[in-house]
């Protein structure tokens, strides 16, 4: 008897976004006609990207165990930029931390001057976040994405209540955008509909629901990923963009990820807890559809290229 | 839910103005205007306005289809007319509609099976349209047993059980109701569900309001296809909050938007 056929079957595939090109290196993701590694169901799409994070100022706050790895790179982007493409990932991702206003508050066009360097120093395609502070991303990120015309970068991050000035600048200066919402499904609609209507491709955007840590949430980022994955294959266009997950920063957010050994005696060393318990946020991510991953420690940066490479290869030879 | 734009009928006055003089444009506006209202179909009926229902279906047909690629829904109860038409429309088609008739109905499933098309079904027999539930479901069996005898998927056929004007049959909305409820079980996965929506207010008062509270009542009983008027802003609405609330779509503040984006998208 012939078993019967259970494979579902999706009426959508999510769309592919291309980040960099042209001299410069590209990266294309998304593209997944089935829900994630089920190939026997569809196309599972481009592999997904891993990114690495840098910053241009403030890493001296990073996790003990990371800065060891980078030395002193760290307190100059474009060297850390360098080093950063030296572990192979598919792109970088630079976070303008140092235009904080609390912090160092360095000006729009410090800002634009070093994402310029970063762009000339290497080839990979780049992701650009501003500090986070809606009122200094609007001044700084519009610079920056000028600074970065015609390099097809990925900018963040478009807002509910903050899209305009970065749709504006995204279509002017030919980038792809990271649409933001924090945890709440129906806001990753909304910001959707809001780039379309400011005139934004949606084939464009590729939307972070925000990355919550193994153990500090994960459940929840997972379940709305799922949903959104879900709906996408069901056609829906406003959610059928590839999805951006932050698993770095928020996993060495977490007490099991920077805790030295004497703080967690019982917990295995720093040194392996760290990039482990980061690898197994994204790796786990993997598993909702997650088709960029950012990270930050060079072990997890080659443990999750790993497993990707293991899925992608394991779940092709069985479609 | 699948929105057949019923306007194109010689029944409306304009259209039938526009069939006798041959007038393609008021045609064309209301094909443009219903597809970007969320129709995923047009129904193409010629009504009494012409003596020669084959040419004028044709000539809608032609007309529509130089400015749409919807759906065709050809209205029209005669099996002459039907297998002259169907095979000569280009793009996919519905045959609207046949009755369940043993008799008959197996030459329309034909004729939708030949044509890659899909059919409409009505729960009427030779004896009329039935007054109670229990008959309603019976036909409906009957049709979806013949369109499986046949080969038609189910995916391609539309189950109507019929809606009588309340003013003239106030049974009929609570037993079509019914009727729905169980027709949605008949085989997995099930057949289309349809209505001629404006049919159950007409000749009443307020006809919109109670086309699109129907409407609400219709598609939480299961009803998935609907004959409307996509115009009525109102009435679209109804049942995209409809939809909405049976989770069919996902909520955000602009769900409005957001769902006629998807129909134009798909």
Redesign the interface.
């Known amino acids: 008897m012939k078993a019967k056929d259970t494979a579902q079957r999706w009426?959508?595939a999510i769309n592919t976004v291309t980040i960099g090109g042209g001299a410069r290196k590209s990266v294309t993701i998304g593209g997944a006609k089935c829900i994630p590694w089920m190939s026997y169901e569809g196309d599972i799409g481009n592999r997904p990207a891993v990114g690495i994070e840098i910053w241009d100022a403030g890493a001296d706050a990073w996790a003990e165990e990371i800065r060891k790895q980078y030395g002193k790179v760290t307190s100059d982007p474009v060297a850390w930029a360098k080093r950063a493409a030296e572990l192979k990932p598919d792109l970088l991702s630079l976070r303008l931390m140092g235009t904080h206003p609390d912090t160092t508050n360095r000006s729009p066009a410090d800002a634009a001057a070093v994402v310029k360097a970063v762009l000339g120093a290497v080839d990979l395609p780049l992701i650009v976040w501003g500090c986070g502070v809606s009122d200094k991303d609007n001044v700084v990120l519009p610079k920056c994405s000028e600074a970065a015309s015609g390099q097809n970068c990925l900018f963040g991050s478009a807002t509910e209540k903050n899209y305009r000035t970065i749709v504006a600048a995204c279509l002017a200066d030919g980038h792809k955008l990271i649409a933001e919402s924090p945890l709440d499904?129906?806001?990753?609609?909304?910001v959707n509909?809001?780039a379309?209507d400011a005139g934004f491709a949606l084939e464009n955007i590729v939307i972070f629901p925000t990355t919550a840590a193994m153990g500090y949430g994960f459940e929840y980022v997972y379940s709305i990923m799922e949903?959104?994955r879900l709906?996408g294959l069901g056609?829906?266009?406003?959610?059928k963009q590839p999805i951006l997950c932050d698993a770095g920063i928020e996993a060495w957010r977490a007490k099991e990820a920077q805790a030295p050994d004497d703080a967690l005696p019982n917990a295995g060393p720093a040194a392996e807890r760290g990039p482990l318990w980061e690898t197994l946020t994204a790796v786990n991510y993997l598993q909702a559809g997650a088709d960029l991953i950012i990270l930050r420690h060079p072990k997890a940066v080659m443990a999750v290229k790993e497993a990707i490479g293991r899925l992608h290869s394991g779940a092709a030879s069985i479609a | 839910m699948y929105i057949i734009g019923e306007r194109i009928n010689g029944m409306f006055k304009d259209v039938r103005k526009a069939i006798k003089k041959l007038d393609k444009a008021p045609i064309q506006d209301l094909a443009r205007a219903q597809a970007e209202a969320g129709a995923q179909a047009l129904d193409i009926n010629v009504g009494p306005a012409s003596d020669d229902p084959v040419k004028a279906l044709m000539w809608l047909v032609e007309t529509v289809r130089e400015v749409s690629n919807a759906t065709l829904a050809i209205d029209n109860p005669k099996w002459e007319v039907q297998k002259e038409v169907i095979p000569r429309v280009p793009g996919k088609t519905i045959i609207n509609s046949a009755k369940a008739d043993e008799g008959t109905l197996d030459n329309f499933v034909r004729l939708a099976v030949e044509n890659d098309a899909s059919l409409v079904g009505l729960t009427i027999d030779q004896k009329g349209v039935p007054s109670d539930v229990d008959k309603r479901v019976e036909l409906g069996a009957l049709i979806a047993a013949k369109a499986a005898e046949n080969g038609l998927p189910m995916d391609h056929v539309f189950i109507d059980p019929i809606i009588l004007p309340v003013n003239v049959s106030p049974m009929t909305p609570g037993n079509v109701l019914l009727a729905l409820q169980q027709l949605k079980l008949l085989s997995d996965p099930a057949p289309h569900l349809v209505l001629g929506l404006s049919n159950v207010s007409q000749g009443c008062n307020e006809r919109n309001l109670i086309n699109r509270t129907y409407l609400t009542m219709a598609v939480s009983a299961g009803m998935d296809a609907a004959i409307l008027d996509p115009l009525d802003t109102e009435l679209m609405n109804a049942g995209i909050a409809t939809e909405l609330l049976q989770q069919k779509?996902?909520?955000?503040?602009?769900f409005l938007?957001?769902y006629r984006?998807?129909v134009r998208?798909?």
Do not use: E, F, V
């Open positions: 009426s959508a499904i129906n806001i990753a609609k909304q509909i809001l379309h949903r959104a709906a056609g829906d266009p406003l959610l | 779509a996902i909520y955000c503040d602009s938007d957001a984006m998807k998208a798909t």
